[in-house]
């Protein structure tokens, strides 16, 4: 019963001669969809209307920041909801897919999918004002070492199989990378045994044929009611994580596999996000103010830019307005979500002195920056 149901799940495990003889290369991929590129990203939506298409790209847009960084919290840092309401900004293009499916009855169902290109320079230029850490290109194409036991013994998953690691696959595209599986020799298929005891130094031997020299070594096996899977990534000889899944279903166990070598990844070779400033309070000056109109101009554009948390005035003077803006970031970062197009011109550092009266004390802050009103 277990091997009946171990290879429903797993069924490319005997796929066809034909099918394998056309992935008979040196490594597969995973291959999702075409929207493979870091600033392409695909997400269901229930229709093409305008309001289903406005959420979708925003997740879009959401799942694009997460392959850039490697952070699957991308998310949730400071200011980055804040531009995803307007993710409909920063595309490129974007068109539709359908994906067809079989319901739980049997019946054939479909699937909308919208695929989403977003302008590289735009999500370069939020990514640095936001802070989010970059995970350089191109990057690395680890091997995958993986055993699966349904009860029979374990067996290792290569080229030819590649659609029983499809979860695995898919998982790392989604996170901005690439997984390859071994070709399925006689001496890799010895290698269970090694694989099972998480032989690091055996696999990495074994896998000298392949590059980069990097491994996910996994084991997937039945514990209890669940599927359980255990990872040991390594990098170049060195064991950078290691880690378990468990999970009702088989498919997502798997899965976890590429999320644990992503975040491996990342810590090893994202860079932090820099260039523009470090987070604090920030006193600003804004010029050519002659009106009324003109205050709330500057506070739109201001409380527009995702990287100004809260804004303080501190003192109106002529045609002259100070404030001090608590950021994500540094005056570079604000100048890049503000655009060439904002109602706020950057101009040069001011002098604090000129801004101080005699005997006046004004809060202090890192530095103070000029903006001139269109």
């Known amino acids: 019963m277990r091997r009946s149901l171990f290879l429903l799940m ?6 066809p001669a034909p099918f394998a003889l056309a992935q008979a290369a040196l490594r597969t991929e995973g291959d999702v969809s075409s929207a493979a590129g870091p600033y392409e990203a695909e997400v269901p939506v229930a229709s093409q209307s305008d309001a289903d298409r406005s959420g979708a790209l925003a997740r879009a847009l959401g799942s694009v920041f997460a392959k850039i960084s490697g952070d699957r919290g991308a998310t949730a840092r400071p200011g980055v909801m804040q531009v995803l309401r307007n993710a409909s900004d920063y595309v490129q293009s974007y068109d539709y897919r359908q994906d067809q499916g079989t319901s739980a009855s049997g019946a054939p169902s479909y699937r909308t999918v919208l695929v989403a290109r977003f302008r590289q320079d735009d999500v370069d230029a939020i990514a640095s004002a936001l802070g989010l850490p970059v995970w350089p290109q191109p990057r690395p194409k680890p091997v ?14 290569t080229v030819q199989q590649s659609n029983a690691a499809r979860p695995l696959l898919d998982k790392a595209v989604e996170r901005g990378y690439r997984l390859g599986l071994p070709t399925g020799s006689a001496a890799e298929q010895a290698l269970v045994g090694a694989i099972w005891r998480q032989d690091t130094a055996a ?3 074994a896998s000298a044929r392949y590059a980069p020299p990097m491994q996910l070594i996994g084991k997937l096996y039945r514990s209890g009611s669940n599927w359980k899977a255990d990872w040991v990534f390594v990098d170049n000889g060195k064991e950078l ?3 378990s899944t468990t999970e009702g279903d088989a498919r997502r ?3 976890g596999g590429a999320d644990g070598a992503a975040d491996a990844l990342v810590k090893r070779y994202a860079r932090a996000g820099g260039g523009s400033g ?6 600003v000056v804004v010029t050519n103010l002659h009106s009324a109109e003109d205050y709330l101009r500057v506070a739109a554009a201001l409380r527009g830019a995702p990287v100004v948390r809260s804004m303080v005035p501190v003192r109106a ?6 404030l001090l803006l608590e950021m994500t970031t540094g005056p ?3 100048n890049r979500m503000l655009g060439q197009e904002s109602d706020l011109v950057p101009a040069s550092p001011v002098d604090p002195d000129a801004l101080t009266l005699p005997g006046e004390t004004v809060p202090a802050a890192p530095t103070i920056t000029e903006y001139r009103l269109r």
């Open 10 to 15: 797993f069924f490319a495990l005997c796929l």
């Open 278 to 283: 470090a987070a604090g309070t920030y006193r």
């Open 332 to 334: 570079a970062g604000l």
């Open 241 to 243: 994580a290691r880690w």
């Open 144 to 157: 995958i070492w993986l055993a699966i036991d349904d009860g029979s013994g374990p067996r290792l998953v």
């Open 253 to 255: 166990a798997m899965a």
């Open 203 to 205: 696999i990495a031997r």
């Open 317 to 322: 003077q002529q045609d002259r307005i100070e």
